[in-house]
Each structure stands twice: as C-alpha cells, then as structure tokens.
C-alpha cells in the first residue's frame, strides 16, 4: 500500500508493509455503444473476445456517462466529479477547461491525490497509459497520476494495429511484475470508421439491425440536422478518400449498410486486436487472475434522433455504455440491471482494493455487485451533453426525460419523453401525452442540480457557460450559416427557414 503525509505542506509518499497482489487492464473502447456486442444480445458477431470476457465476470446493463462526449466524460471518470463539478461539460472556451483548485491550492493540486490513477497508486499500483486522448483534446489532466504515458501519435485518428504494439511490448516487459494497471484506449469504432481495407467485411451478409426500417430511414431523410444522413459529415456530405469505409450521406439502405458494417467492422477490428492482448497475457503465465474492465465514454447514435455516427446528444445512443468487469474470485457471467454512473468506477476500485475513496468525488461504489451480485444501483441518473448540443436528462425506472436547451441546429423539442424499455431506438416521443412523467422528470433534474450547485464552491453552472459563450462548440453560429447555405443548394429551403424561425438571434 502507498500513503502520503504531508511535512511542511509538502506531500510526501510512503509505502507502508501491507501489499497487495493485483494485475488490471482497463480497455476504453472509444464510442462503443453497447448494443453492438454478442454479449450485449447482438445478432452480429462484433465481438467473440469482449463476449469471453463478460461470461467471466460482471456485465452492466444500464450503464452511463455522466457527461458526453470525449473530453467531459473522461474528464469526469478521471477527477471522480461530475463535469458541473469539475467544470469540464464541453470541447471548447471556457468549460473545456478543468477548475483549478485556485487559493486553496497547496505544493500540488488536488488531481494529483485524488485523480483515479493516483488513488491506485496510493493502494499500490504502477499505472500506465497508451492513449493520444490527452494530446487530442489539450487536455493534459488526463495524466495525472500515472507512472507511464505512451502518446500514440495521431491523436485518436489510430487504427487498432497503430496501437497494439505498444501495448504487446509493454506487457511482454512488465507483466510478471505485481500490482499494475495498463490503460487502454482504441479509436477504430470512433468516426471516422477505418479499419483497414485488407480487413474485409465480416458483415457484408448479415442483415441490419431489425428497427433501422426504409421507413425509418425515409423519415430522417425528410428532416434535418447536423450528422444527419444527407450530412454524415456535420454540416455537409463530403468524404474522405482514406476512409472508404465512412459515408458521407446516406441515400438508401445500401448506403446505411456502409454506414452500420463500417462502424460494425471498427468494433471486430478491436476485438480481434483485444484477442492479440488476451494471448500474450495467457503467454506471460497472468491471464487468469487479471482483472478486466471493458467501457467506452460514450456510445454512438446510429439512427437515434435522426443521427448517423455521432455522439452528440443527451440520450440513450450516446449516453449509455458498456460496462464489464471481470474479476476472479467474484461474480461470473451475471447481469447487473441496476442504474449505475461510469464514475462510479472509482469508489469501486477502492473499496476493493481496501484503500480510501476521495470525498470530493461523485460516485457510489458499487462492489457489492461484483461481490456477489447485490443491488447497488441508483434511483436516476441525470446526464449531460454540452459540445454539440446543450441538453441534461434524466434516466429513472423506463424512462428517458431529456431537456433541450440549445437544440445544435437539429429540430428537438424542448421536451423529449422515451420509454426505453420499449423504444430503446428514441423513435417515439411521448412527452405531449405524459406531462406528469415530464414534470417527475423536471422534479428529478432539479433535485441533482440543488444538490450539485450546494455541494460546490462554485456559483456557476458550466451548462450556462456554454450558453453564454455562444453555444455549444460544434454549434456555434458560424456553422448555422454555413449549413443554412448547404441545405438551400440540396433543395431542403423549408429546413433553413425553419432553422431561422428557430434560431432569430443568429439568422435574423
């Protein structure tokens, strides 16, 4: 076990007689909706290595970022804190920007003790990063607490075979030490899509998901909005030549075929590489008491509210993620259905590992589910999307209230009711004929948000402060001109003039 003192105020770090004996590798599957999995009830075979992985351990099924997408949501795991905590809700001015501890701050900050990674070093721990996330997002906090960092170099556009070898090499050189954990974070199911060419398509005979109908699709045609599917690329169709795989609008089924295989074939393309990572540790002797954690930040909306490849919003598409957990000697192949936040991880590790949790951070732990399959689920959860659209929503029982605030140039109402247990997709909004699960909704937003803004030393909201800095940053009113522009030359003149009735304060 590490501890810290503090002489002088100078923290010091000691290691104490107790020792711990535990090997973790924590993959962060960048945009990896759990839908997508076997082991998550997929009829495609994306991922027969992660569905290994869950028949030995603990599979979470309502499982949610607390803050979407990127750089809140990790953020918020990082530093244990809700992003209206931490201050980190969007990708851009102001709230892109971790709260400094400020006069309070002594000869280090507060992420340097209780950031995740340096609470599993006070427990014992070397922790070791192979991610570009800091790089890609300036956000430099994701170090804190880790011994090791391997940048790998193109900023989350890698594929899979730019970031293995480092990882093989890694643990062909540390495995057989005691008492690591090795962060791992892959890119391919993130857009744009691009696992290599050579790679084939292992679903090119499958049929798509079953609620994706020509319907459906005819009707997200007849709408509008950024990532929809006459503009998977934002605010217009263009492509990339080096990601064939990654549409730029999608027209028909065939064209939402590309769109599914090429975000279906960035998951197998994963997995298979997971598959390289599980040989190797069986290799080196450690396969078999290893902790495993598979999770995502987000997930990604493949058709929810009109929305192709993206993850830009407060719902079910973006917010929920898959959560497994594979600890030897615990549960194996059981299914959590409780409410649980992915910082909530923290307290978890901590409990245990028999090492304290920080008290400024947000989560519950949740051990006795991995115990032995206790309940330790939440009530609701309240999430929160602040880069491309601004929304908060709460997630209790079937439900799914979100609240739009800046609608990111999509037509949302300000009110949206889904039943999750039966529309898991979002393709029936039933707020106009529910107005008391609405304000049970209301009731329950307001009652996180008193006990946030009473537990913080700030006055400030950063939802607001994205609101008052211009909107969200992948929404700001420069793009609403251009896109206004792209929908009159692709003959949707009725869109603009209704963005412009929605948006006056921009358009005039």
Known sequence: MVEYIKRDDVEIRIISTE??????????????????????????????????????????????TTDAPCLPSRTALMTGRFGIHNGVVGHGGTAADVRHDGVTRGFSDTLARESLPAVLRRAGFKTVLVSPFAERHASWTFYAGFNEMYNTGKGGMESAEEVTPTVLRWIEQNALDDNWCLYVNYWDAHTPYRAPEDFGNPFENDPLPDWITEDVLAQHLNSYGPHGPHEINMYNNHTLPRYPRHPGEILDMQGLRQMIDGYDCGIRYIDDHIGSIMKKLDEKGVLDDLVIIVTADHGENQGELGIYGEHGTADQGTCRIPMIVRWPGMKSNHVDEGLHYHLDLGPTLAELLSTPAPASWDGISYAAALRDGADAGRPYLVVSQCAHVVQRSVRFRDWLYIRTYHDGFHPFDKEMLFNIAEDPHEQHNV???????????????????????????????????????????????????????????????????????RHPEILG
């Not at 945009?31 to 603990?58: F, M, Q, W």
């Open 19 to 64: 020792v711990i004996h535990v090997r973790m590798l924590i993959l962060d599957l960048d945009a990896l909706r759990p839908d997508h999995l076997g082991c998550y009830g997929y009829h495609r075979n994306t991922s027969p290595n992660i569905d290994r992985i869950a028949k030995e351990g603990v599979r979470f099924a309502h499982y949610y």
């Open 431 to 501: 707020a106009s004929e529910n107005r008391e699960l609405c304000m049970e909704g209301v009731y329950l937003l307001n009652e996180w948000h008193d006990e946030m803004m009473e537990s913080m030393t700030h006055d400030v909201d950063p939802l607001w402060t994205v609101m008052h800095e211009g909107g969200p940053f992948h929404a700001r009113p420069e793009n609403l001109r251009t896109y206004v522009e792209f929908l009159k030359e692709t003959g949707r003149e009725w869109a603009a003039k209704d963005l412009a009735a």
